[in-house]
């Protein structure tokens, strides 16, 4: 089975703070994706990776920057956290042509 | 404007009736369409797409979707729901190379 895993489930920092969060997935995927989902929003993109060092912006790249050194692993990262990013962060994976995209279990961020 | 809307926030129905989750797309070309479920406290899973081919496609769970191109609709449904089929659901299109609209989900509660 495929397997995306998430550094934490639940996620606590202060306004203006840096904030990382780590994505691996275990099957080689070419591509991986982090989404944030808000109610009634659904999922929106911030970022994809198709490559090592690869990243494109998504819908809402603003606040966010991300890092993929590895095939395995892609690093979402906020420079200085704000309320308003205060969300569910997801991050996803999947094969090159294959567009069935392997999800983690989330990241619930709070940012006080 | 390429986007993907699912008109219901919510889907109530007994055990053992016919399920529809609606979702409804716009995007220029070709449509890529899928369906994921998410239970509580978990990622997405992908439940089943349509690329190309018969207009009715079979996902995981007994699921099935139909894509309709003249009404730019993509239902899932299912003959006979679950109590344990009660979760949000997930409709999405491919717009771009590897960036994807999520609708922004379908609650669905399956009473005893």
């Known amino acids: 089975d495929v397997k995306v895993t998430q550094s934490s489930r639940y996620l606590v920092k202060r306004t203006g703070e840096k904030v990382f969060l780590e994505c691996v997935q275990d099957?080689?995927?070419?591509?991986m994706f982090w989404y944030r989902q808000d109610p009634g929003l659904g999922l929106r993109l911030i970022y994809f990776?198709?490559?090592?060092?690869?990243?494109e912006k998504g819908d809402i790249p603003e606040g966010y920057s991300v890092s993929r050194e590895k095939k395995e692993r892609f690093s979402l990262i906020l420079e200085s956290a704000s309320t308003n990013q205060t969300s569910m962060y997801l991050c996803?994976?999947?094969?090159?042509?294959?567009?069935?995209?392997?999800f983690g279990p989330g990241t619930r961020l709070t940012v006080t | 404007a390429q986007s993907v809307a699912q008109p219901e926030d919510q889907v109530n129905v007994a055990e053992g009736n016919p399920l529809t989750v609606k979702c409804t797309y716009s995007v220029s070309g070709n449509p890529y369409l899928f369906w994921y479920v998410q239970y509580p406290n978990r990622g997405l899973q992908f439940l089943l797409k349509y690329i190309t081919g018969d207009n009715l496609v079979k996902g995981s769970y007994g699921f099935e979707a139909e894509f309709n191109k003249s009404q730019t609709s993509f239902h899932l449904k299912k003959p006979s729901a679950l109590v344990s089929d009660s979760a949000l659901y997930f409709c999405?299109?491919?717009?771009?190379?590897?960036?994807?609209?999520f609708g922004s989900g379908t609650k669905l509660n399956v009473k005893p």
């Open positions: 990776s198709y490559d090592v060092k690869m990243k």
């Open positions: 996803a994976s999947s094969f090159e042509g294959s567009y069935e995209q392997y």
């Open positions: 099957m080689d995927h070419e591509n």
């Open positions: 999405a299109v491919r717009y771009n190379f590897n960036k994807f609209y």
